[in-house]
């Protein structure tokens, strides 16, 4: 069985951090770059990072630019985002998904439909 859990959410102060940890399971790690998405309420739901599995390259929304950090450990199947400097604005739900993506991946993370697996999401809260 496929599964993808995050983990690490929670209520936090405007300015604090939160790590996010995504743990995969059922597939072939390896063989899927993650990405980590978010969505407010009433918002569409959008890309924040996505971890490449074929090269280790990283990419961002310019909206979290210098203030997250994705990193991937593959012997424990986990992919982490680091958030610092947070804003209330960031508030959202945070899921992490798994895309067999490879060519273009530079220009396509940002697709949802692009993702094959996803997690059921966890709860980002910035208060100001």
């Known amino acids: 069985e496929v599964q993808l859990v995050e983990s690490g959410g929670g209520l936090v102060q405007a300015g604090g951090s939160l790590r996010l940890s995504c743990a995969a399971s059922?597939?072939?790690?390896?063989?899927?770059?993650i990405g980590w998405f978010r969505q407010a309420p009433g918002k569409e739901r959008e890309g924040v990072s996505c971890?490449?599995?074929?090269?280790?390259?990283?990419y961002y929304a310019d909206s979290v630019k210098g203030r997250f950090t994705i990193s991937s450990d593959n012997a424990k199947n986990t992919v982490y985002l680091q958030m610092n400097s947070l804003k209330p604005e960031d508030t959202a739900v945070y899921y992490c998904?798994?895309?067999?993506?490879?060519?273009?991946?530079?220009?396509?993370?940002?697709?949802?439909?692009?993702?094959?697996?996803w997690g059921q999401g966890t709860q980002v809260t910035v208060s100001s």
């Open positions: 998904a798994a895309t067999r993506v490879k060519h273009r991946l530079w220009a396509l993370w940002v697709h949802s439909s692009e993702y094959d697996y």
């Open positions: 059922g597939f072939t790690f390896d063989d899927y770059s």
């Open positions: 971890i490449s599995s074929s090269d280790g390259s990283t």
